[in-house]
């Protein structure tokens, strides 16, 4: 059986005071954000709530005990959390609305048969500053779990936002940096789904659009210069957006299992986690299952690029690197003699992901994959 999941109100607006004042936010309110977005953005507004920047409780990526302590502090009485920001911002929310009896997030993650049932005790409003997680519109999340130094993934239909609120004027001034492993990682979420066993011809509808549109979008900013992305900001927010959709229900696949040890142990930012393993385990896929549902997404890309399909992948490959050039693993401090700790690790805790494989990988194919970019 193939599923299409999708639980969500979805809105537009111009700016975010439109948002602010259409959506009367005020003392029952609750933002949570990073303190520049909130000094450009909210600031101003001077509006009726309280807020918290989550940097002030962790650098980097989230982690358990990062929720637990952002928790603690959220007023009595709130009923709306808004998340104003990237994928983790909106996550943490997306946990901090969840309870179990412990107050502990990692609880949330129990998924033993006779583990304690969360409660929804607010509803979040998910209004992203990136073009990449698709967040807005899922009902997942990702944390590091403090007591294990490992990232997981957490999927619950309470955690789908009550309302998902796109305005293209909060991600046209993020730095070039942040919307080229943002949006690498929306295209991953679109190409994963695609090929994913779950995909079901709504969700494929999503994901072939997300692709199109960044590949337009990529090939516009390397003819036209690198700045020039914010030509193309409501473009890219609406693939993250679809890919999102498409991925909700079909899933994601080796590509962000294999990121995780990379992230969690090395603080890699996602985007770029999965961008380092998304062409050697599209290759490895190539290698083990040539012809199969891989020839569509051969064509489809090759369509895209003006190449034939049998060029098509390298020929992507090649373009996202001009977007956001890649690092060997080795330059972030990782030794090689870690990739069989982190096959086995991936293994172990991320079959979530693994069943959405083009194609089984061995843990021997791990380890390859993790070598060809070191």
């Known amino acids: 059986m193939k599923e299409f999941k999708m639980y969500a109100d979805i809105v537009y607006h111009d700016s975010f005071q439109e948002f602010m004042e259409g959506e009367n936010v005020g003392a029952e309110d609750f933002i949570l954000t990073n303190e520049f977005l909130y000094n450009q953005y909210v600031k101003p507004l001077n509006p009726n709530c309280g807020s918290l920047f989550i940097e002030a409780y962790g650098k980097g990526e989230p982690t358990t005990e990062m929720v637990d302590e952002i928790?603690?502090?959220?007023p009595a009485g709130v009923k709306r959390l808004i998340a104003v920001g990237g994928g983790s911002v909106i996550d943490i929310a997306k946990m901090?609305?969840?309870?179990?009896?412990?107050?502990k997030t990692e609880d949330l993650f129990d998924l033993s048969p006779d583990a304690e049932k969360p409660t929804r005790i607010y509803e979040v409003y998910a209004i992203p500053t990136t073009c990449g997680t698709g967040s807005e519109v899922t009902n997942a999340c990702a944390?590091?779990?403090s007591s294990l130094h490992t990232k997981r993934g957490l999927n619950s239909p309470l955690m789908f936002p009550a309302k998902s609120v796109l305005i293209p004027e909060l991600i046209s001034g993020l730095p070039y940096k942040f919307f080229a492993t943002s949006s690498i990682d929306a295209l991953i979420h679109a190409t994963e789904s695609y090929l994913?066993?779950?995909?079901s011809p709504v969700s494929e509808l999503f994901s072939k659009e997300a692709i199109r549109l960044i590949f337009e979008g990529y090939q516009y900013i390397v003819k036209n210069g690198l700045d020039k992305w914010t030509d193309r900001a409501q473009e890219f927010i609406n693939a993250s957006n679809f890919a999102g959709l498409a991925f909700c229900s079909a899933g994601c696949a080796a590509v962000h299992a294999l990121s995780y040890p990379l992230g969690g142990g090395y603080h890699i930012p996602h985007g770029e986690a999965n961008q380092l393993v998304f062409a050697a385990t599209f290759r490895k896929y190539k290698e083990k299952q040539p012809v199969g549902?891989?020839?569509d997404l051969e064509k489809m890309w090759g369509d895209l690029l003006g190449v034939p399909a049998d060029q098509a992948l390298e020929a992507a490959f090649q373009l996202f690197d001009q977007v956001q050039p890649r690092k060997p693993l080795k330059e972030f401090g990782i030794s090689d003699a870690e990739f069989q700790g982190f096959a086995e690790g991936v293994m172990a805790g991320q079959t979530r992901l693994l069943n959405n494989n083009y194609v089984?990988?061995?843990?021997e194919d791990m380890v390859e994959i993790y070598k060809s970019v070191y």
């Open 71 to 74: 928790k603690k502090v959220i």
């Open 96 to 103: 901090c609305s969840l309870h179990v009896s412990s107050n």
């Open 196 to 199: 994913s066993p779950k995909a």
């Open 293 to 295: 549902k891989i020839n």
């Open 360 to 363: 089984p990988l061995t843990i």
């Open 143 to 145: 944390v590091e779990l």
